[in-house]
């Protein structure tokens, strides 16, 4: 499981079970497990708000993702819908519901409108009987047959936020989106067969600076580019359902593109599946499924070629891909061929609208936003990646961060090309100050001691300056007197004492037995002199490490001593 995923399951798990609790009294007769899946979907893949619900998630979560990922259909297909329906009632009862949420009786409008579809979406997985239709290999887009090529490819680097945020205010899709969401405007009526009249439809194709295309036929009928754009304000968020037959623009839409670098980033990754949108469409939908996930297929290949293929080359192996993996492959790249030119075409188009590769001539090349997609697709795909920020681009505290989770001689390579571009008295000024952000990071801490330890001299201003934090005091008046700086005051016994609560706090995190270990090390006698005294400590894990030593050590004199502790360090806190 990913690191997003696991953050997302922890954010959600108290709510989850409140919900449980909430709904043995209240609604008794739905599956409570049945929401988990539906809610940790809805915060991955719609909203970073968990109480933030709009009609139209429900439909990603319960139509586009489920049938991807659900373990048990007939299950699903019997009891999802209800236990989404007392989930949601849940969230409103307890005034959970975020006041950007549509109403309940909107969603609950929604899921009575999309249920026979999900529940014929499960019957079909129950038909099929093959579970990997459910994690949709099989078809161009799949990333798992590339796992080990991609796990052994060499660091990849990715542009910090900043950059990022400022090429993605330059994506036309997006601009485009906006536009078309800005000029739907508030309660437009949209029809069943087709959302606009012909009429709308030149008006939309002209406000997004769109051709008109020559047809004999009904215009909405011969305008893909325009839906697949309509389709993507509605992941941007720029365009929303508000009842059964109107469509109105949020009112954030206009100010795209926005300010706030985080906010751009968050609407760029919202469209970020609008991806598909690029694969080839053609009049035989079974010709148009053998060629689905070409865009995600181009995207893997230009990653495991270094961010950079040859158009020529990457057509060749597309089009055998296809022929391989689908009986009618190469029916329908021939199809595309005919209909498009090429059939990567409009795979191209989209993604150098979405701002994810460029063309140059015969060489195809990943942006710097479009690497940063592609590794966030291989994580949603849970598949290992070494993907790290630049060097030139990294900050202090994530390189500490990185580093902690590193083989010590990879460690110490990221340390030393980052030290490169700085000279060591800045260095040290920088890591020091990223070790102060958090107090209850011990490892961070003693991470960026120890290096700024081997900078000798030129660390003694960033020394001078960590006295002030009474997390790192003990370790600058350690070194400062390593250096026998004239003033420097001398390590207390308190500063001895903080010193030993961060190591005991690091390797507590390695484990019970690597804690134990390291408190036998010390010696009962000793240990409990410590005890006597290190309560005193204002650190930010001494009672959960008095806690702990109670717990798990083999002595029972000593467990005594750490409870009689932490009884004292409750006290006094």
Known sequence: MTDRIEVAADELRPLLEEFIVWAREHSPGSDPDLVGPAALWHRLSASDDVGRWRRADLRTVLLDRMPKVVEDPDEAADGMIGAVRAYLTFLSDTDKLAKRSDSLDDLLDELDDLEDDFVEAMEELIDDGDEDVREETGDLGDFEPFADQLADLPTIRLRPDGELAAAARAVPLLAKAR??????????????????????????????GLPRPQTEGPLAAAVPQLWNIWNLA????????????????????????????????????????SIDYGDPELEDEDLTMALGGLSRGLLVRLLLGGGSRGLAELRDELSEAAADIDELGADAWAAARDHYGDPLTPVLDWLVGYGMLTVTGDEVTLTPLGTEGVVHLVDDSDIELDARPAIDAMTALELLAFSAELPEEE??????????????????????????????????????????????????????EALKEPSLRPY??????QLEVEGAPEPTQDDTHWLILDMWTISAGLGRAEFVSSLRDIGPELLNNLLEVIWKIPHAHVEELLDLISQVHPDKHVAKAAKRALFKARSSS
Request: charged fraction near 30%.
């Open 476 to 481: 600058a008046a350690t070194h400062l007197t």
């Open 411 to 464: 460690a110490d390579a990221e340390f030393a090309a980052w030290m490169e571009l700085r000279e060591p008295g800045e260095a040290a000024r920088e890591l020091l100050e990223a070790a102060a952000e958090d107090d209850t990071d011990a490892l961070i801490r003693v991470q960026a001691a120890s290096v700024v330890g081997t900078l000798g001299e030129d660390a003694i201003p960033a020394w001078r």
């Open 234 to 273: 509605v992941d941007l968020e720029f365009l929303e359902p508000d009842g059964d037959d109107t469509v109105s623009v949020d009112d954030d839409t206009a100010d795209w593109p926005f300010d706030d670098d985080e906010d751009v980033l968050d609407a760029w990754m919202l469209g970020l599946h």
């Open 179 to 208: 536009d078309l969401a800005v000029w739907v405007g508030e309660a437009r009526a949209v029809g069943e067969d087709s959302l606009l009249s012909d009429a709308e439809v030149e008006e939309a194709l002209a406000v997004m």
